[in-house]
C-alpha cells in the first residue's frame, strides 16, 4: 500500500467515526480491510482506498465498521462497576425517588457485555430501587457489534471473561457452545446504531453515561467536541464514567472529577466552567 492510499484510508476512518490512525496501524488497516476489498471486488487495499469516496454506502460502512475496536468483556476493569453500586446507584436512587425514572447510556456498547453488566448489577438491587423504572441505552457505531449485542448470545470464551460463575448461573442459558443471556435481563437494555460524532437526538435525557476506552481514540479537537455533546444530553447531577486510559484534559471544563474517583466525573454548572489542565 503506497503512503497516499494509507493516508486516504485513515483521512475517511478519522472523518466517519473519529478514530485516528497512526502509521504504525498499518498492518492492522492491511489484516482488516484485505477481506473488504476482496468481497467488493477491489484488486487490492490500494485500489480500495483510491476508490473510497466514491464507493457504495455498503463498502464505507465495512470499513469504518472494521476499523472499529470492539474489545469488550463483562464487567471490565472492575472498578467502574463497584462506582456503579457503591456511589452512582445509591445516590441516584435517593435523587429520582420522585420522578421514578433513572436512564443509563452505554455509549460504546460493542457486543454489549458493559450494558448487559450493570442491568444485572440493577436486578441485583431492584428491591432497593423499588418503583423507580430504569433504562440502558447500549449505542455503537458498529452495525456488526450492535446485531450481536441485540441478540444477547456469547460463546464459552466471552462468558470466562469477567463474567462471575453465579452470574452465568443465574442469568444465562447454555445452548450447545454458546449462552443466551435471559429474557428478563435482554429485556432492561435498548440498543440502536450511533455515531459520536454526530447528532445525540436518539438519545434525549441521561442520568449516567458510560462512555469507556472511547476518547484516547480521537484527537484533541474531537474529543472535545464528544465531551461537550456528552454534557448536554446529562442530567446536573448525573454522572460520566471514563475508562481509566481516558480523561477530560484538554475540554472546556464540562465535567470535574466527583467523589475523588479516577475514571468518575460529574458536569460543571455552565457559570463556573473553564478549560480542564488536568484529568
Known amino acids: 500500500m503506497k503512503p497516499e492510499e494509507f493516508k486516504a484510508i485513515c483521512d475517511f476512518v478519522q472523518k466517519n467515526s473519529g478514530i485516528v490512525l497512526s502509521q504504525s496501524k498499518e498492518y492492522l488497516v492491511d489484516s482488516r480491510l484485505k477481506p473488504i476489498a476482496e468481497s467488493h471486488g477491489f484488486a487490492d487495499i490500494g485500489a480500495l482506498a483510491r476508490g473510497l469516496s466514491l464507493a457504495p454506502e455498503a463498502v464505507k460502512t465495512a470499513v469504518t465498521d472494521a476499523m472499529t475496536t470492539n474489545e469488550t468483556f463483562f464487567f471490565r476493569d472492575k472498578t467502574p462497576f463497584t462506582i456503579f453500586e457503591e456511589i452512582i446507584l445509591p445516590e441516584l436512587i435517593k435523587a429520582r425517588r420522585v420522578a421514578g425514572r433513572l436512564r443509563i447510556w452505554c455509549a460504546a456498547a460493542s457486543t454489549g457485555q458493559e450494558p448487559y453488566s450493570l442491568a444485572m448489577m440493577v436486578h441485583k438491587h431492584k428491591a432497593a430501587l423499588g418503583g423507580i423504572k430504569v433504562e440502558i441505552i447500549g449505542t455503537d457505531l458498529s452495525a456488526t457489534a450492535i446485531a450481536r449485542a441485540k441478540e444477547g448470545r456469547f460463546t464459552q470464551f466471552e462468558v470466562q471473561r469477567g463474567l462471575p460463575v453465579d452470574l452465568l448461573v443465574k442469568h444465562f442459558t447454555q445452548e450447545g457452545t454458546q449462552w443466551l443471556i435471559s429474557d428478563e435481563i435482554k429485556s432492561m437494555v435498548k440498543f440502536s446504531l450511533l455515531n459520536l460524532l454526530e447528532s445525540y437526538r436518539s438519545i434525549g435525557t441521561v442520568d449516567v453515561v458510560y462512555c469507556?476506552?472511547?476518547?484516547?481514540?480521537?484527537?484533541?479537537?474531537?474529543?472535545?467536541?464528544?465531551?461537550?455533546?456528552?454534557?448536554?444530553?446529562?442530567?446536573?447531577?448525573?454522572?460520566?464514567?471514563?475508562?481509566?486510559?481516558?480523561?477530560?484534559?484538554?475540554?472546556?471544563?464540562?465535567?470535574?472529577?466527583?467523589?475523588?474517583k479516577r475514571g468518575l466525573y460529574q458536569p460543571v454548572e455552565a457559570g463556573e466552567m473553564r478549560p480542564a489542565l488536568s484529568a
Do not use: Q
Not at 474529543?223 to 447531577?237: A, I
Open 212 to 260: 469507556r476506552n472511547v476518547l484516547i481514540y480521537f484527537d484533541g479537537d474531537t474529543k472535545k467536541r464528544v465531551l461537550t455533546s456528552l454534557r448536554k444530553v446529562m442530567k446536573p447531577d448525573g454522572y460520566l464514567v471514563l475508562g481509566a486510559a481516558d480523561t477530560v484534559m484538554g475540554s472546556n471544563g464540562e465535567f470535574e472529577r466527583a467523589n475523588n
